[in-house]
């Protein structure tokens, strides 16, 4: 997917605001960006960005996450990983296409396996 492709899918996302907090199971079936606080499960079926504000503490299943923020928690991914610039995320990765920035703290174990779709 081309950095095009994520700007229009996040220009058309749902957005958890800055001083949101939230706790529990989220599931979603569109794009989301999340720029708050979040604690529980995160499961989707779309592009999923934690912005630079964002602190996440939860177990993530999606298909293409891009980290910004802070994340703690294992991550499964069926399309790709990004960490970018700035971002820390302490759990382990599970994802065929993994993307690190300079300037990331990873902390975890990382598992690359080509995607079920591609079998």
Known sequence: MSVKDNKKKLAEATVFQ?????RGILTHQRP??????FEGEIFGKELLEIGSSAKIEANIETTHLVVFGHVT???NASEKVELKNGATLIGNIKTPNLEIEDGVVFEGKCEMKTSEKAS
């Not at 800055?18 to 939230?22: A, L």
């Not at 989301?32 to 606080?37: A, E, F, Q």
Request: glycine fraction near 14%; proline fraction near 0%.
């Open 73 to 75: 928690g294992n991550v």
């Open 18 to 22: 800055v001083d949101s907090i939230f």
């Open 32 to 37: 989301l960006r999340i720029l708050g606080r």
